[in-house]
């Protein structure tokens, strides 16, 4: 058996994502952009699709710009957005925000400091809505209070949707950028909000798809899969958060028993459902990992390869976590498909291992 504790990576294709997709994979293979019967056909699934994204997301269909990912939406929100002032971000952001300011001379700052660094030069604030690593839940409507006029508010949601309803949580903000493969959609799509009135200067040039706002084919299926699985997610979340909530407690709580010293990331409270990031001090997580992968338990660490050593991770860095207890961290992240099995395989398995690794 295996247990699939990877979610906040990637998430298993929801089975109407699946079905709705097959007939974009085969029989309606258009393009959209055209303007025969074939095409014709293309270009409906993906305005249907439009409204479901749009309305999951609480926005205008208008408003929805399809991309090839969360990465692509994010750097087409801070870029797009610049307009040539400076952008700010906080420094627990993925890599995907973090490096597109770095490309543009931005900088990151705790969230605490986000007001100080706000002057008038600032054009584009990106703040996340749930951190990728701990699942921490930001409150974008105290950002959008601190921004100076004419800035615009970007949020990456890419880790929230599946638990939160960012249509309410997200509405301060003037972009959002989310993506399909972390809430049972394809991988390679994903969307960026675009609020009316919003300028915003595309990354890719080309056939002028999307308002001008994104060039490129359409990703046909993917769009209609990433619309079929934005369904699903807000039909089931509040089930969802509350059965997969119920797995995140306790497999924290069996491994806080079970390991002496564990530490949990985060109060419990203000972080996502699925989000279950332990410290082991005493070990590295990534020789536990792997002895977690021999046993069948699929679960990451934060930590990067960087230069050849391994560096700990800058979200928990930032926390103000000392590096050797950073090094130790491991996020097991539920999501729709985890079962009781799951969490007694991890709670059978880690405790050993962790155990194990400190005998040496
Ligand atoms: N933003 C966050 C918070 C993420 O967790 C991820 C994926 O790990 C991304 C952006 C990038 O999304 P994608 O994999 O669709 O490029």
């Known amino acids: 058996m295996t247990a699939y504790l990877d979610h906040a990576a990637t998430t298993p294709l929801r089975p109407q994502a699946l079905e709705a997709m097959l007939p974009y994979l085969t029989e309606h293979f258009g393009n959209p952009s055209g303007s025969h019967a074939v095409?014709?056909?293309?270009?409906?699934a993906i305005e249907e699709a439009r409204d479901v994204v749009a309305a999951g997301l609480g926005c205008q269909p208008a408003e929805v710009v399809f991309t090839?990912?969360?990465?692509?939406?994010?750097n087409l929100a801070i870029t797009g957005a610049a307009r040539g002032g400076t952008v700010v971000c906080t420094d627990v952001e993925h890599h995907a925000v973090l490096h597109a300011v770095q490309a543009l001379g931005g900088r990151a700052v705790p969230f605490d400091r986000l007001a100080g660094a706000l002057d008038a030069g600032v054009t584009?604030?990106?703040?996340?809505?749930?951190?990728?690593?701990?699942?921490?839940?930001?409150?974008?409507?105290?950002?959008?209070a601190l921004l100076p006029p004419g800035a615009v508010l970007h949020t990456d949601a890419v880790q929230a949707f599946p638990w939160l309803d960012v249509a309410a949580l997200a509405a301060a903000a003037h972009l959002v950028s989310v993506s399909a493969h972390k809430f049972g959609g394809p991988k390679g799509v994903?969307?960026?909000?675009?609020?009316?009135?919003?300028?915003?200067?595309?990354?890719?040039h080309g056939g002028g798809q999307e308002?001008?706002?994104?060039?490129?084919?359409?990703?046909?299926?993917?769009?209609?899969?990433?619309?079929?699985?934005v369904q699903a997610t807000v039909d089931e979340r509040v089930a969802v958060v509350e059965r997969v909530g119920r797995l995140r407690d306790r497999l924290a709580d069996g491994l806080l028993a079970a390991v002496p010293g564990?530490?949990?990331?985060?109060?419990?409270?203000?972080?996502?459902?699925?989000?279950?990031?332990?410290r082991f001090p005493g070990i590295e997580s990534e020789?536990?990992?792997?002895?977690?992968?021999?046993?069948?338990?699929c679960a990451s660490a934060g930590s990067a390869c960087a230069?050849?050593?391994?560096?700990?991770?800058?979200?928990?860095?930032?926390?103000?976590?000392?590096?050797?207890?950073?090094?130790?961290?491991?996020?097991?992240?539920?999501?729709?498909?985890t079962t009781d099995a799951d969490v007694d395989l991890a709670l059978k398995i880690v405790p050993d291992a962790v155990a194990r690794l400190r005998e040496g």
């Open 39 to 44: 095409s014709r056909r293309a270009k409906q």
């Open 68 to 74: 090839g990912g969360g990465t692509e939406a994010d």
């Open 124 to 144: 584009v604030v990106s703040v996340m809505l749930a951190n990728n690593e701990v699942g921490t839940i930001h409150d974008l409507g105290a950002v959008r």
């Open 190 to 204: 994903g969307a960026l909000v675009v609020r009316s009135g919003v300028q915003l200067q595309p990354i890719l």
């Open 211 to 229: 308002q001008e706002r994104r060039s490129g084919t359409h990703n046909v299926a993917g769009i209609v899969g990433m619309a079929a699985a």
């Open 262 to 278: 564990a530490v949990e990331t985060g109060e419990r409270a203000t972080k996502v459902a699925g989000n279950c990031h332990i």
């Open 287 to 297: 020789a536990l990992l792997v002895l977690l992968d021999d046993a069948g338990v």
């Open 307 to 337: 230069s050849g050593a391994i560096e700990p991770s800058h979200v928990l860095t930032a926390m103000g976590i000392p590096r050797h207890e950073a090094l130790s961290a491991v996020r097991f992240s539920l999501g729709t498909t």
